[in-house]
């Protein structure tokens, strides 16, 4: 079996509801914040702390505007981001093969 260091894993996407938002959003052109909170199952707190937090590491973006005034957040990955979950895949991907 091949060695596996910890830590080239990334550690912004790894994380439960962190790896479950990029994987969702892998997935799709963009979705707002309550379609995300239902497909991760995370309260609208932790969510929004997640969420900040891979803001942050500019792997997700977003974009603000009203719809019968009322907020609507929608959030999309960046291509920095499709490659540091890409990366993030290959790794765990590895590890599980033994490569």
């Known amino acids: 079996m091949a060695e596996f260091d910890y830590q080239q894993l990334d550690d912004i996407i790894h994380s439960r509801i962190r ?3 990029m994987a969702l959003l892998v997935s799709v052109e963009s979705a707002n ?3 995300i909170r ?3 199952n995370a309260s609208d ?3 929004s702390v997640h969420i900040r937090k891979l803001e942050d590491a500019k792997y997700v ?3 603000k505007k009203f719809i ?3 907020p609507v957040t929608t959030f999309q990955i960046t ?3 499709q490659k540091a979950f890409s ?3 290959d790794r765990l991907s590895g590890l599980i093969s033994g490569d």
Do not use: H
Request: hydrophobic share 45%; net charge positive.
């Open 19 to 21: 790896l479950a938002i």
């Open 33 to 35: 914040f309550v379609f």
């Open 38 to 40: 239902e497909k991760v």
């Open 45 to 47: 707190g932790n969510l």
């Open 61 to 63: 973006s977003s974009t």
């Open 68 to 70: 019968d005034r009322k």
């Open 79 to 81: 291509s920095l981001g």
């Open 87 to 89: 990366a993030y895949v």
